[in-house]
């Protein structure tokens, strides 16, 4: 270990895996652990000791080494288990809210956010081949601000924004259908 430390070579790493890897490897066994997830749970345990070496300091009197490895490959199972067990449970609460849901209820929704999806799709669509006036207007107009404060954000007469709405509100509403037609 603390030539692992003062070199911090690959030779002296090899080595120190080939040694203790069969170790944690049985250690994480024991503990139930699904057999996919072993070899992940190892590295994170590797890194975790790679990380620990410069500030490390072996003393005898405190306990053995293997002990400590030990106690780093136990926290990071149990940590893995609880991060596991956690999604489980949002996967869980995420389903039975689905369940909840009548059909009537998920219809309403799916269609909402096909509805969302063909107008972002449209805009995507026409708003490079219109003119940036244009297609600031409109993009005004969807966050919510009024034809008087476009019009004076752009310096435009709010005539001409009431009308950059009407043409680029025309073109969405050909562009939505048309994807409505090819998608649907």
């Known amino acids: 270990m603390e030539r692992l430390k003062n070199s911090g070579d ?3 790493w090899d080595e120190f895996n080939s040694v203790y890897r069969r170790y944690i490897y049985s250690i994480v066994k024991s503990m139930y652990v699904e057999e996919s997830r072993i070899d992940d749970l190892i590295q994170d345990v590797l890194l975790s000791v790679w990380k620990a070496l410069p500030g490390f300091e072996y003393n005898n009197g405190k306990g053995r080494f293997s002990s400590w490895l030990a106690t780093i490959t136990v926290n990071k ?3 893995a288990k609880l991060q596991k067990s956690r999604q489980l449970n ?3 609460k995420a389903y039975e809210q689905q ?3 009548s059909s009537n209820e998920l219809e309403q929704m799916f269609d909402k956010e096909w509805a969302a999806f063909l107008t972002q799709k449209a805009w995507e669509n026409i708003s490079r081949d219109l003119s940036e006036t244009m297609r600031k207007c409109f993009e ?3 966050d919510g ?3 008087k404060e476009i019009a004076d954000n752009l310096d435009l007469p709010e005539n001409t924004v ?3 709405k009407k043409r680029v509100s025309t ?3 050909r562009e939505i259908h048309r994807l409505r037609e090819e998608l649907d």
């Open 77 to 79: 199972v149990k940590s």
């Open 10 to 12: 690959e030779k002296s």
């Open 90 to 92: 949002r996967e869980h």
């Open 145 to 147: 601000q009024k034809i």
């Open 99 to 101: 369940n909840d849901l």
């Open 162 to 164: 009431s009308v950059y």
């Open 171 to 173: 073109i969405m509403k």
């Open 140 to 142: 005004g107009f969807m």
